[in-house]
């Protein structure tokens, strides 16, 4: 249910906060709602204007944290691949919870037994090149922790 039936295009020149209005097209026409709502109407939505269309400008503080929050309830696949390397772990060895790039750029060897052994391939998203470049690092220091095809894909390169 719209809030007004008065319509508020996207201003791409404009930052949003939470209280301002935007109409957005959805299944059911044009919907609009103060922006803090679109936050749990249709996250996945609001993010990618913001970051893969750059169509969206919003607060840091009182727009895009909140999202990122929201995101990883909503959507916790589209989440992890957006997070990458910059998902917070629970990695052994650290006392409290870290970045993933941490362990995968300081110990890539624990890191990749900890991924793909311990089957922890949900918990980070490894791009092809980020996958490549770990298994590589792997390769060159303990290729025979590597399950084959790993090895094979590194060697496809």
Partial sequence: MSETAEVFPLDPEKVYFSMDLLTLETEDGPKTFRLGSWLNVDPVRIHRMIVR?????VDQIEIYNPLMSKLRRADPTYYRKVMGLNVVIDFPGYSS???????????PVTFYKWWRKGKHEEKVFLSKANQFKLFQKVFLMEPKVMLKKDVDFVKSF
């Avoid at 269309?53 to 400008?57: F, H, I, R, S």
């Fill in 53 to 57: 269309e750059k169509t969206l400008q």
């Fill in 97 to 107: 919870d870290i970045l993933a790039k941490i362990p995968f750029e300081n110990d």
